[in-house]
T-cell receptor
Framework: AQKVTQAQTEISVVEKEDVTLDCVYE???????LFWYKQPPSGELVFLIR??????QNEISGRYSWNFQKSTSSFNFTITASQVVDSAVYFC???????????FGAGTRLTVKP | DAGITQSPRHKVTETGTPVTLRCHQT?????MYWYRQDPGHGLRLIHY???????DKGEVSDGYSVSRSKTEDFLLTLESATSSQTSVYFC????????????FGEGSRLTVL
């Protein structure tokens, strides 16, 4: 079965610092999909991005960027110039084409201090 | 925002009692999921449905059953609740299944005493 590891349990930064959240995955499928979700203190889960295994292009969306590297099985998430509103738990997730079980990492709790 | 409603949002119950959580969607999405969230584990899939009356087990299905008699409703039942089932339960929907992102409900916090 697929596996997602987010080794950073908690990260604390000061506003305006850049921060990278790590995600390492394991899968035997050649076709798979990677995701990042955000869970702010209010508790809801918000979809941020999806990447398929055939598209290694990095993506930038405002202050957010994602680096997908198949060679290291990583899908890291960087927030540039962090803000207090970025404080949340961030989850990386993996779906394989061969099954319907989206596997989540344990999450990284990011605290951005003013 | 995706139209997903979970009920109840909070429930406290005693060990051994049956509990049913309801997920209702207004998006007409084919796929529906039940996850539980526990500290240190992220979210883990309990059961999912890929159509009316079509369901399958997820990673942590023991002690849970589901039913989907209508496209819009997906019920999660704990036949005899245990303290280990104290958790936050999230329903999710997806239009595409595996390739697609999940849209989550607001969660249901269940405490089993």
């Amino acid at each position: 079965a697929q596996k997602v590891t987010q080794a950073q349990t908690e990260i604390s930064v000061v506003e305006k610092e850049d921060v990278t959240l790590d995600c390492v995955y394991e899968t035997r499928d050649t076709t798979y999909y990677l995701f990042w979700y955000k869970q702010p203190p209010s508790g809801e889960l918000v979809f941020l991005i999806r990447r398929n295994s055939f598209d290694e292009q990095n993506e930038i969306s405002g202050r957010y960027s994602w680096n997908f590297q198949k060679s290291t099985s990583s899908f890291n998430f960087t927030i540039t110039a962090s803000q207090v509103v970025d404080s949340a738990v961030y989850f990386c997730a993996l779906s394989e084409a061969s099954n319907n079980d989206m596997r989540f990492g344990a999450g990284t709790r990011l605290t951005v201090k003013p | 925002d995706a139209g997903i409603t979970q009920s109840p949002r909070h429930k406290v119950t005693e060990t051994g009692t049956p509990v049913t959580l309801r997920c209702h969607q207004t998006e007409n999405h084919r796929y529906m999921y039940w996850y539980r969230q526990d500290p240190g584990h992220g979210l883990r899939l309990i059961h999912y449905s890929y159509g009316v009356k079509d369901t399958d087990k997820g990673e942590v299905s023991d002690g849970y059953s589901v039913s989907r008699s209508k496209t819009e409703d997906f019920l999660l039942t704990l036949e005899s609740a245990t303290s280990s089932q104290t958790s936050v339960y999230f329903c999710a929907i997806s239009e595409l299944g595996v390739p697609g992102e999940l849209f989550f409900g607001e969660g249901s916090r269940l405490t089993v005493l």
